[in-house]
């Protein structure tokens, strides 16, 4: 690896302690810079702001005055009064004429309390509804305001915005009416941005966060919101409108861009106005100067440091000159300096080091012939350690192969009595578990037993009641087909009524008949026949009523008819049923029958069964008894054989455990052997290397000195 010398590091240290000076300097430069820049814009936004300000609210205060001043016109009050009145009209409309071309946007309206006409410009709008909501502004204005209030809206049709300044017209103490005038405020705004910084931005917005006023009129017309517009700076304006008072101004900087936000309490408005802060605005800095004179004295400084260090390195060139060459392996060289300061006492320092460290190398060489009889011994010592090393392997070798034979036919005799358990082990659960099936077969047998008496029971039982139902049945049929004919009888009685009903009603309408023509005859008698005449009346009335009533029994007739007709056709039906359901009994009574047959002949079976499996399981117990004798035995057995193949894995571990000492014996041996002959080498090496050091006292040429 190349070295690099301390000349070098000096002036690469030199070079990057400048720039990193240079750089440090350029950015206090900036920063400082940009903030005089960014101070110089928040200057020219806060004089924009309270000029723009002033600008828009003296305008607006020209037209208050003139509205005020036309509220307060002793004629136009009087009209007001008197809007009938043709004289007062005229007068008061050249007046208000007057006033309309004073007020900037020669616009002017006015409304009177007696007639709530809409007047603007001379001509009536619309006649005014103060109890519509719409028209909440009129009663605000003409109750609730001293002197003027102010209403701004967008009107989409004209795409302008307009402040409408309503005063109201009192006389005395009374409100008799409203005057004022709309201002078109996007001629204002425009106007505003006449004579502007073309870098200077300006917003117009009112409290609801409308953009009211901008150069781009899209923004007014799709009423855009000013946190839309800037949204990285939504926060900060809402913060900054929280705690921003009336009439005041505040600046805020975000990134590049410096603000202000501007209050015009007279339209509730604010004003938000963005400057960018350029490079060329920090250039055009007094600071500039400055910062190229700090990089001029900073390059001085350079200059003068470099030649001030290249009269320090000189001697420690020298120094270094001398010091490769003792590296070399000459020790016998020295570095002569005169100068009583840091480099002398370094060249003293150097001077002792070269005689301490040819003392040291004479010591080495002396030892070094002590180090060589030494290793000869310890080699031939290693050479006996390895050969009885090696006569202990082949004993543990063949006491090895006897204790291997030994365990293997323990292994042989332990894995068949292991594999006898095992098969003794696996008989004796089978048999634990058919004993175990067999109890379990002997309970479902015993609870079947019992479930087929109680299914029995269930049968006689329900045999009683079907033999009863099939009973009750026939005689419900036998009851039912009485009835029956019963009601047929009534209907053909129904029949005779409804008959003698009709001849009633013939009866009725004969009688009323003759009533009729003695009422005739009366007539014709005169006064002989007027009596008469009463007795036909009261006959006719009679018959009249006989006929209403034959009517209603007629109706009631027919209708008993009708529901005797049903009750036969129900009761036939019924009848039917019954007849079905004896059949179905009779056929349910054979199904029952047969059912006993059956569940008498699996009672017998299922006794047979539960008696075969009782035999079975006292056998199976007896079988089980003598295989738990049989597993106790040969487990004990099992448990000697283990034993005894532990002590012999005992015997093999602790001759494996000697055989690995040996090994790891002879392994030492080897690696100390290894060592040893490295170490002779090392020392064969180090014997050369002190050969190739010329060192002082030592009879050789000694290299010559470096002067300063």
């Not at 200077?200 to 917005?205: A, G, L, R, T």
């Not at 936000?261 to 604010?270: K, S």
């Not at 009903?501 to 005859?521: C, D, K, P, R």
């Not at 290894?674 to 002190?690: T, W």
Request: hydrophobic share 40%; charged share 20%; net charge negative.
């Amino acid at each position: 690896m190349k070295m690099r010398s301390v000349k070098n590091k000096v002036l690469l240290f030199s070079i990057i302690f400048f720039v990193v000076i240079l750089i440090s300097g350029t950015l206090l430069f900036f920063f400082t810079a940009r903030s005089i820049a960014g101070n110089t814009a928040a200057q020219t936004l806060l004089q924009i702001g309270e000029t723009k300000k002033l600008g828009l609210v003296s305008s607006v205060d020209n037209e208050i005055v003139i509205a005020l001043k036309m509220a307060d016109s002793p004629l136009i009050k009087r009209f007001f009064m008197n809007p009938t009145d043709p004289v007062l009209r005229d007068l008061a409309l050249e007046e208000i004429a007057g006033y309309r071309r004073a007020f900037a946007g020669n616009s002017v309206f006015w409304i009177n309390d007696v007639d709530k006409g809409f007047y603007s410009d001379g001509s009536l709008v619309y006649t005014l509804d103060p109890d519509d909501p719409n028209e909440y502004w009129y009663k605000m204005t003409l109750y609730e305001t001293d002197l003027y209030n102010f209403n701004i809206n967008y009107n989409p049709n004209l795409g302008k915005t307009f402040l409408w300044v309503n005063a109201p017209v009192f006389e005395g103490t009374t409100p008799i009416g409203v005057v004022g005038t709309g201002i078109v405020l996007d001629d204002f705004v425009s106007s505003l941005y006449r004579g502007m910084d073309p870098r200077v931005n300006v917003v117009f917005f009112n409290s609801a966060m409308e953009i009211t006023g901008a150069q781009n009129k899209d923004l007014v017309t799709n009423k855009a919101l000013i946190t839309d517009y800037s949204q990285a700076n939504a926060d900060t304006i809402v913060s900054a409108m929280s705690s921003l008072p009336a009439d005041g101004t505040s600046t805020f900087r975000r990134d590049n861009m410096e603000y202000s936000l501007t209050h015009i309490d007279r339209l509730d408005w604010y004003m938000l106005a963005s400057m960018p802060v350029t490079f060329a605005m920090m250039r055009e800095s007094s600071i500039t100067g400055i910062g190229l004179l700090m990089i001029v004295i900073i390059l001085f400084i350079f200059v003068i440091f470099n030649l001030f260090i290249q009269g320090i390195l000189r001697p420690l060139t020298g120094l270094r000159e001398t010091m490769s060459v003792i590296a070399a392996g000459d020790f016998s060289t020295s570095f002569s300096y005169s100068k009583q300061d840091e480099i002398g006492s370094l060249s003293s320092s150097l001077r002792q080091i070269t005689q301490a460290v040819s003392r040291i190398i004479t010591d080495i060489r002396r030892q070094f012939s002590s180090a060589e009889e030494n290793t000869a011994r310890t080699e031939q010592n290693i050479q006996k350690s390895r050969e009885v090393t090696e006569q202990i392997r082949e004993q543990i070798a063949g006491m090895n192969s006897e204790v291997e034979s030994q365990q293997g036919i323990i292994r042989e005799v332990a894995a068949t009595i292991s594999e006898n358990v095992s098969d003794i082990h696996s008989f004796e659960s089978i048999v634990n578990e058919q004993i175990e099936h067999i109890d379990e077969s002997v309970k479902k047998i015993s609870a079947l037993l019992g479930s087929v008496h109680e299914l029995e029971r269930i049968r006689s039982t329900s045999s009683v009641n079907m033999n009863e139902l099939l009973s009750s049945s026939e005689q419900g049929t036998a009851r039912l087909g009485t009835v029956i004919g019963q009601i047929q009888e009534i209907s053909q009685d129904s029949k005779q009524l409804l008959d003698a009903n009709h001849l009633i009603a013939s009866i009725t309408a004969q009688t009323n008949l003759l009533a009729m023509n003695a009422a005739i005859e009366a007539a014709h008698a005169g006064a002989a026949g007027r009596g008469f005449s009463v007795v036909a009346e009261e006959i006719r009335v009679l018959a009249e009523k006989t006929r209403s009533q034959s009517e209603q029994v007629d109706t009631v007739i027919k209708e008993i008819i009708r529901a005797i007709g049903t009750a036969v056709d129900s009761s036939n039906i019924t009848k039917a049923v019954f007849s079905g359901m004896v059949e179905n009994i009779s056929s349910v009574e054979t199904n029952f029958t047969e059912m006993s047959e059956h569940i008498g002949e699996q009672a017998r079976l299922s006794d047979e069964v539960s008696s075969k499996l009782k035999q079975l399981g006292e056998s199976s117990g007896e079988v089980a008894r003598g295989f738990s004798k049989m597993k106790k035995d040969n487990d004990a057995l099992v448990e000697k054989m283990g034993k005894t193949q532990d002590q012999a894995n005992a015997v093999v571990g602790a001759i494996g455990g000697i055989r690995d000492g040996a090994d790891t014996i002879t392994s030492m041996t080897e690696e100390i052997s290894i060592l040893v002959s490295r170490n002779a080498e090392e020392l064969g090496s180090i014997h050369h290397n002190l050969l190739s050091y010329t060192i002082t006292g030592s009879g050789e040429d000694s290299a010559g000195s470096s002067e300063e």
